[in-house]
Nanobody, 119 residues
Framework: QLQLVESGGGSVQPGGSLRLSCAAS????????IGWLRQAPGKERERISC???????LYSDSVKGRFTISRDNAKSTVYLQMNGLKPEDTGVYYC?????????????WGQGTQVTVSS
């Protein structure tokens, strides 16, 4: 079974950048679509990006043009490069996996990493 561990969260000022990593173990990453979701305090969890098994990437309107998802199957890692961070990007960021397609519901989750954007 695929296990996921996020890293790279932290505190940053508005306009700053962070790169999150999602390291997979227990299975090869190749056939999985990997997504990034976030949950702000008092809000529902939001899907913000996903990359399919063949590299097609999707973004929510809230992060499009600022965030970039990528994958390195050889390293079993998916990345989320976050630029132009805003206070409303604050939250716990989770990576999640599903077989092949971003159109399906995720069924494996990491434990999350906190991102705080504040001056």
């Amino acid at each position: 079974q695929l296990q996921l561990v996020e890293s790279g969260g932290g505190s940053v000022q508005p306009g700053g950048s962070l790169r999150l990593s999602c390291a997979a173990s227990g299975s090869t990453l190749d056939p999985y679509a990997i997504g990034w979701l976030r949950q702000a305090p008092g809000k529902e969890r939001e899907r913000i990006s996903c990359i399919s098994d063949n590299g097609i990437s999707l973004y929510s309107d809230s992060v499009k043009g600022r965030f970039t998802i990528s994958r390195d199957n050889a390293k079993s890692t998916v990345y989320l490069q976050m630029n132009g961070l805003k206070p409303e990007d604050t939250g716990v960021y989770y990576c999640a996996a599903i077989w092949r397609s971003c159109a399906l519901e995720f069924n494996s989750w990491g434990q999350g990493t906190q991102v705080t954007v504040s001056s």
